[in-house]
């Protein structure tokens, strides 16, 4: 006689060949998605009639199907009545679990650290929605099962229901489990508390408490000592447990969620390419893989690419990833719905934020409400597993979570009042840039305007602000570009481009300066045209190495400076153009532009940009050896700096002073003048009440280290080269400090 399908299997396939999620299957059934997981995965093996004819209707099967799927329900209620049933039972695990190895090890050493007596371990696995916690903790119960062969037990604490179990009901349910033959007891805390420490005292068991609501429920289930264990998932954070062992899930990395991918579509094989931008688009997180991988899996006609393709589109993946009121976004709104107003309007209004990271003040301007307002409504959408936790006391949304959050934003925000928020932020954003990039500006003195939700009242604030807020300013920047805002992208521009001089490696100043000489073209404004194309031009010498580009954009702006008559911006443009030639080689081509800048400055009565013009001019001529002639011009630039009558303001006139030392060194080093190559590095080093950048600190010390050892002077070029290497490790230059390392090593005792 055939043996009948066993019925998890069979329901399995005939629901994923309706195309049906669990949370649909269950809806249209009247049953819960409990019951139906159960069915599937074995862990009760027969149900009622009436549940399996109202499973086939939903399923809308044929009748052949149905009395299949009745035959194996009858069966599996005849092997359940065979043997006693363990009540609370654990759900099978899944059998293409993938990954997490580094968490079950952690779990694995955190159980078998203590002593037998000791108290009873508690691993609380937390995460995001769909992060896979659930699965992880019957991973792990399953794997350690051998060691607790009293029993394990599995609990779902309902934490996201509108009732969430009580802890007397809890304990009620696992008296009976672990001893069925207790009697009964009044329902009070106290007494099924004791009667339940009675009952698991000295049980191996494992009991895994899902999707706890709060610690009360955690604390009612610990018995009182080993050898037992307790696993607790949540969404929320549980914060006030103590002697916890945490286990804080994060997306799968790329190789599991690929791999997971992989096996889920094991007979639907696609490019690993292919699945590597679908788990990409999936976030890594293992519900929404699942749920993509089913319905590849699931749907003979569909392809990978075609998958990828409706994925592609933000506005269509979540709908894709949830089958109408289920999967991700069900997922997701389990905990939205456990939020305050307030906590609900922040989290949908935080996808407005440019960038991937957010602090307070951004939280502050876009709900509005007070800065300790917005950190507490933080540390709810925190504590729910809605908001990760980044550094420097920010936050981020995983990215399914904040396609979630713009759709919810869609739908439940005014529109209106959506505008309102997004200008706000804007504005807050540009306005903080430029009063931060003013910090950087020579000797500016201007009275800056008040801040609100920002406290910049120095260069190292200032730096602090633009680099941390670098993505949103950039993008609120881009933002009023689009709007046509060309003199707001001038003026944001203009106060950041002292400061880029300082954050070279940022990698995204071309970005800026293109979108502001942009702008400068729609106001029709030769003068604005030379200004911020010559800063684009800086941004692809100096930042990018793209040479070329920077000459053709400091030809560009020549031209501009020309037209408009300034010959101040005509002598920058010729400057810039000069640096980029002499990047290149180009030392011949150079000379030209070089000579010119210097004669545009001097016409132009620029007493910032005439000595800096020279050194340039002095960097070309020791480029063609002519080494007396560089020194002439970079000792000319030093007496323009060094005389009251034709210094430049303070600041400039120090960095001009510091530059044109450094590079009276590279002269004096390559003529083999050690002694005068110590002189004008030090003189350069002298204490300032304004620190020297960092490279321009480095070149220096590098060319006296030089000097040092030529002169036969090991020790100070020893001294000098193991400052250069504390700031570089201290500034992450790895590659510069292992050069100095080498040096270090090849320097004679």
């Not at 934490?159 to 672990?178: K, R, Y």
């Not at 329902?187 to 339940?196: C, G, K, Q, S």
């Not at 075609?306 to 979540?318: F, I, K, N, V």
């Not at 003189?683 to 050892?709: K, N």
Request: aromatic fraction near 6%.
């Amino acid at each position: 006689m055939v043996e009948p399908e066993a019925l998890g299997p069979l329901l399995r396939r005939l629901r994923l060949t309706a195309d049906m999620t669990l949370e649909q299957l269950a809806t249209a059934a009247g049953v819960t998605d409990r019951t139906l997981s159960d069915l599937e995965r074995g862990a009760s093996r027969g149900a009622r009639a009436s549940t399996i004819d109202a499973i086939a209707d939903a399923l809308g099967i044929a009748a052949a199907e149905r009395s299949t799927l009745a035959a194996a329900a009858r069966a599996g209620r005849k092997r359940g009545s065979a043997a006693t049933a363990q009540a609370l039972p654990m759900p099978a695990p899944f059998t293409d679990f993938t990954g997490r190895n580094a968490e079950l090890t952690h779990i694995r050493i955190r159980v078998g650290s203590g002593p037998v007596d000791s108290a009873c371990p508690i691993v609380l696995i937390n995460g995001e929605p769909g992060i896979g916690k659930t699965s992880l903790a019957v991973q792990a119960a399953t794997q350690l099962a051998p060691r607790f062969p009293d029993g394990q037990f599995f609990v779902d604490l309902r934490g996201l229901a509108e009732h969430p179990l009580s802890p007397e009901a809890l304990l009620t349910q696992l008296i009976q489990a672990v001893d069925p033959a207790t009697g009964s007891f009044p329902p009070r805390l106290a007494d099924v508390t004791a009667a339940w420490r009675s009952v698991s005292k000295d049980k191996r068991i494992i009991i895994v408490l899902d999707n706890a609501a709060n610690e009360a429920q955690v604390r009612a289930a610990m018995p009182a000592h080993g050898p037992a264990l307790v696993i607790v998932t949540s969404r929320r954070l549980l914060s006030g447990l103590e002697s916890v062992e945490r286990v804080v899930l994060s997306p799968l990395p790329e190789q599991e969620a690929v791999a997971l991918l992989t096996q889920i579509t094991a007979d639907r094989p696609a490019e690993e390419t292919e699945l590597r931008e679908l788990a990409r688009l999936c976030a890594h997180l293992p519900l929404a893989i699942r749920v993509a991988g089913n319905r590849l899996a699931s749907r003979p006609g569909k392809t990978a690419g075609g998958l990828l393709a409706r994925m592609s589109d933000e506005q269509h993946r979540l709908a894709v990833l949830s089958a109408d009121e289920s999967g991700v976004s069900a997922a997701f709104s389990l905990s939205y719905d456990q939020l305050s107003d307030d906590g609900r309007r922040l989290f949908r209004r935080l996808s407005l934020a440019y960038g991937s990271t957010c602090g307070a003040a951004i939280a502050a301007v876009v709900a509005p409400q007070s800065v300790t307002e917005a950190e507490d409504a933080l540390d709810e959408l925190i504590e729910l597993g809605l908001l990760q936790e980044a550094e420097n006391n920010r936050v981020k949304f995983h990215d399914l979570l904040r396609l979630y959050a713009e759709l919810r934003l869609r739908e439940d925000d005014d529109t209106h009042a959506v505008s309102a928020a997004r200008a706000r932020l804007r504005n807050w954003l540009l306005d903080t840039a430029i009063v931060a990039g003013r910090w950087y500006e020579p000797d500016n003195t201007a009275p800056q305007p008040e801040l609100r939700l920002a406290v910049i009242d120095s260069p190292a604030a200032a730096k602090a602000w633009l680099t941390a807020e670098a993505e949103n300013w950039f993008g609120a920047l881009s933002e009023a570009a689009e709007l046509g805002e060309h003199q707001r992208v001038v003026d944001v521009a203009e106060s950041l481009h002292w400061f880029s001089d300082h954050w070279l490696d940022w990698g995204r100043w071309h970005e800026v300066f293109a979108l502001s000489s942009e702008a400068a073209s729609r106001l029709c404004d030769d003068r604005l045209q030379a200004t911020h194309l010559g800063y684009l031009s800086w941004a692809h010498n100096f930042c990018l190495a793209e040479y070329d580009t920077a000459t053709r954009f400091a030809e560009r702006a020549f031209f501009f400076a020309r037209r408009a008559g300034d010959r101040q911006q005509m002598a920058w443009a010729r400057m810039y153009q000069a640096w980029a030639l002499l990047a290149q080689d180009h030392h011949r081509e150079a000379l030209e532009p070089a000579r010119e800048s210097v004669e545009h400055f001097a016409a132009a009565g620029d007493r910032a940009g005439l000595p800096q013009a020279l050194i340039g001019l002095g960097n070309v001529l020791r480029a063609l050896s002519r080494h007396q002639e560089a020194l002439d011009a970079i000792e000319r630039a030093l007496t323009l700096v060094t005389d009251p009558r034709t210094a430049p303001r303070d600041s400039i006139a120090y960095f001009t002073m510091i530059s044109a030392r450094a590079h009276a060194a590279h002269v004096y080093v390559h003529l083999q003048q050690w002694e005068k190559a110590v002189d004008a590095v030090t003189t350069a080093l002298q204490p300032h009440e304004t620190p020297i950048p960092f490279r321009h600190r480095i070149r220096l010390l590098e060319q006296r280290a030089e000097a040092y050892q030529q002169l036969g002077e090991n020790t100070p070029a020893r001294d000098d080269l193991e400052t250069i290497l504390r700031l570089q490790e201290a500034a992450d230059d790895d590659a510069g400090a292992e050069r100095t390392r080498t040096r270090l090593q090849h320097l004679p005792a």
